[in-house]
């Protein structure tokens, strides 16, 4: 039998905590139209377009590489050669505070294509960004509290070549059972 140490239980339960605000952040994201029209279309237009279930599904179905928008992975230059939008959302900082609660540090990468980031009326990672600070910050993501946007500087920042984007810090504060 597997013996678990306290410090090996409090991390495995932190680590279910921040599986559980990405999972959630992520369905709270899939419940913008806007947002999923700005991900599952490169076209100018793309706001106009109606969406249907299926196209919802696939953008966020990270089994799906050709089609899926929103990873829970940091972004990772050599492996994109699609032109697109899409968003990364991830840990990079776990700070516990107490023996059972912690800060949890999440950074939503907004990333785009020059090449599709023209809409018809402005810039798409403009658009995503604001969708995204309007449907996410502030809510409740399955932490004690609301997810807070960390800073109000948010550099223009090149991921890729073509790809550039912004970097998004929040911070929530988890507890553990």
């Known amino acids: 039998m597997l ?3 306290k410090a090996d239980k409090k991390v495995m339960s932190l680590g ?3 599986e559980l ?3 959630n952040i992520v369905n709270l994201l899939s419940q913008n139209d806007n947002i999923v029209k700005l991900l599952s279309s ?3 237009d793309c706001l106009d377009i109606e969406i249907n279930e299926e196209t919802r599904d696939k953008i966020f179905d990270e089994e799906n590489r050709d089609k899926c928008r929103v990873f829970r992975a940091p972004f990772v ?3 994109e050669e699609v032109s697109c939008a899409q ?3 991830y840990t990079p900082i776990i700070k516990p505070t107490t023996e059972f609660t912690a800060d949890i540090f999440v950074v939503v990468d907004v990333i785009v294509d020059l090449e599709v980031n023209r809409l018809t009326k402005g810039q798409r990672w403009f658009r995503l960004l604001s969708e995204i600070l309007d449907t996410i910050s502030g809510k409740s993501v399955g932490g004690i509290g609301r997810l ?3 800073q109000s500087n948010i550099p223009l920042t090149c991921f890729k070549e073509n ?3 912004y970097s998004v810090p929040f911070q929530v504060k988890a507890g553990t059972n």
Do not use: C, M
């Open 3 to 5: 013996k678990i140490n």
């Open 16 to 18: 279910d905590k921040v």
């Open 21 to 23: 605000v990405h999972h």
């Open 42 to 44: 490169e076209s100018p």
């Open 77 to 79: 230059p050599k492996t």
């Open 87 to 89: 968003l990364r959302i």
């Open 148 to 150: 807070q946007l960390l």
């Open 163 to 165: 790809f550039w984007g």
